[in-house]
């Protein structure tokens, strides 16, 4: 193969809608709606979990954690895509790329760990409630959310790194709307099967494993529920955890669906194949930090009557 072609990239085109200029101003609007909701619900989140020290505990501080990774998340790539459906230059440098891959792929990767945590704290609150405090001390609850974001930033570095030292070609189109790994890839002048590869381990060790901790949290918690004889009392525990739960099929569902089979080269040529990962990294990346924050608010009494305490508190003091 020679490597005629072969040049020093300054910069992507992100493709995106291109072409289609009423469906971006939609989207444009559709978008920024379900920015400021997320930026309110999750912002509420942090808030009353800060504030109420009745939400004092490890659950809680583990949900104002996701709920400040949304934020992140949705900071980094909602804006960038913002500003790409109103501009017509579509550009991005190849730092500034770079950096977005980094900080999406460290903050999806720090989720997936933190949702393990969540449903191992679950477990532990439901099936060895009297060792509970002994269990999930602040000793324990905080340097397990912050592992979570430590393994999230080690193997974002690690990816990231590979995938900016691939040689790139002359064609410099990302047909997405951010710069997504898999679709920078796709414009390597060489064999990813080593990217491909690594992808595979880090897909199985940090989103594969706490799945699997999680299947098995709720396998456990979900075995207990049912040795409770009373149906209110099956009722009243299971609706401790039916809001992670809900979350968990939610976040994994969609994004078992992008990246547990790392694509070869063949199928990322497929335009269908490319038009319906950018709808589900839309989802992914728009509607599950959105729709977090109300599945813990309609689904959790604490979350309500922290709310309306705020709520009258703010009241009360005008």
């Known amino acids: 193969m020679e490597w005629e072609n072969q040049t020093i990239l300054v910069e992507f085109f992100l493709k995106g809608l ?49 709920s400040f990774l949304d934020i992140c998340y949705t900071t980094v790539s909602i804006p960038p895509v ?38 191992f704290d679950r477990y532990v609150a439901i099936c060895n409630p009297l060792r509970y405090s002994v269990i999930m001390s602040k000793g324990s609850y ?22 900016v030292q691939l040689p790139f070609c ?13 679709a920078v890839m796709k414009l390597a002048c060489a064999d990813i099967s080593g990217n491909e590869f690594i992808m595979l381990v880090a897909t199985t060790l940090f989103i594969m494993t706490p ?22 009392g099956r009722s009243k525990v299971f609706s401790t955890c039916s809001a992670h739960l809900t979350v968990v099929i939610i976040f994994y569902g969609t994004i078992l669906f992008m990246y547990m089979k790392p694509k070869s080269k063949e199928t990322l040529n497929s335009d269908d194949m490319d038009a319906t990962d950018k709808l589900v990294s839309v989802f992914y990346g728009v509607m599950t930090p959105m729709i977090n924050p ?13 709310v309306k305490h705020l709520l009258r508190r703010k009241v009360f003091n005008k």
């Open 18 to 66: 291109s072409g289609y200029p009423r469906l971006e101003l939609l989207f444009f609007v559709v978008v920024l709606i379900m920015y400021v909701v997320i930026l309110l619900g999750n912002g509420t989140l942090i808030l009353i979990s800060i504030l109420d020290s009745h939400l004092h505990t490890p659950m809680y501080f583990f949900l104002g954690n996701l």
């Open 82 to 119: 913002l500003v790409s459906f109103l501009s017509e230059k579509k550009t991005i440098s190849f730092s500034g790329c770079a950096m977005q891959m980094f900080l999406g792929l460290a903050m999806g990767t720090t989720e997936c760990v933190l949702l393990g945590m969540m449903a």
């Open 142 to 163: 905080v340097p397990m959310a912050a592992g979570s974001w430590i393994v999230g930033v080690v193997n974002s570095t690690v990816q990231t790194g590979c995938v």
């Open 170 to 182: 002359r064609n410099n189109v990302i047909n997405h709307f951010t710069c997504e790994i898999l």
């Open 211 to 232: 799945l699997l901790l999680i299947i098995i949290s709720y396998t456990l918690i979900i075995i207990s529920i049912l040795r409770i004889h009373s149906s209110e």
């Open 294 to 306: 109300l599945i813990y608010s309609l689904r959790n009494k604490d979350v309500k009557e922290a």
